[in-house]
């Protein structure tokens, strides 16, 4: 269906910014709403955030609501999540799915709603 591929992870401190991006192939970038999730060591997969196959809606974790930001620009065929005030807490491995519905059909929080994955980057964040 769609392939991504995220970037962008890495090793910052406590309060420190990172953007990460995931670029899709394959089909329309425009047909799939995009998902984050991350997963922490010995934790299971929780969603992030949210948008829609246009980018006009969106939602979020209640843990990282005020602090991340999702946006996808379907004519780069690449989707964002800005994260801010980075704390330990969000240290994870970050993924990004796509689903190819409508936001009316979709629920976001559900892994199982989303049919292709990326292999995910990795977010280190210290004190």
């Known amino acids: 269906q769609v392939q991504l591929v995220e970037s962008g992870g890495g090793l910052v401190q406590t309060g420190a910014s990172l953007t990460l991006s995931c670029a899709a192939s394959?089909?329309?970038?425009?047909?799939?709403?995009i998902g984050w999730f991350r997963q922490a060591p010995v934790k299971e997969r929780e969603f992030v955030a949210a948008?829609?196959?246009?980018?006009?809606?969106?939602l979020y974790a209640d843990s990282v609501k005020g602090r991340f930001s999702i946006s996808k620009n379907n004519a780069k065929n690449t989707g964002y999540l800005q994260m801010n005030r980075l704390g330990p807490d969000d240290t994870a491995v970050y993924y990004c799915?796509?689903?190819?519905?409508?936001?009316?059909?979709?629920?976001?929080?559900?892994?199982?709603?989303?049919?292709?994955w990326g292999q995910g980057t990795t977010v280190t964040v210290t004190s």
């Open positions: 948008t829609s196959r246009s980018g006009d809606h969106t």
């Open positions: 394959g089909r329309s970038f425009s047909s799939y709403a």
């Open positions: 799915a796509a689903a190819g519905r409508n936001w009316s059909q979709l629920l976001p929080g559900l892994k199982n709603m989303y049919d292709s």
